[in-house]
């Protein structure tokens, strides 16, 4: 091989390398931005039932 060939052969293994890293990197952030998301969900629905219970529970108290 040529010189021209090994050094195109190394650019070409480093862009590989990159390219694996960044799609890495979005499958990390990508999964954490669905574990955020089922978190805020899971709070809100929670907060919901919160809400739910609390109106019944004025409801049932005894009016003056």
Not at 12 to 26: E, M, P, Q, T, W
Not at 32 to 49: E, K, N, P, R
């Amino acid at each position: 091989m040529s010189m021209r060939e090994e050094d195109s052969l190394k650019i070409a293994k480093r862009a590989v390398k990159i390219s694996l890293f960044c799609v890495c990197l979005v499958l990390v952030l990508g999964v954490l931005c669905v574990y955020m998301m089922i978190t805020q969900i899971d709070a809100s629905a929670g907060i919901s039932h919160r809400l739910v219970e609390l109106e019944q529970y004025v409801k049932a108290l005894p009016k003056p």
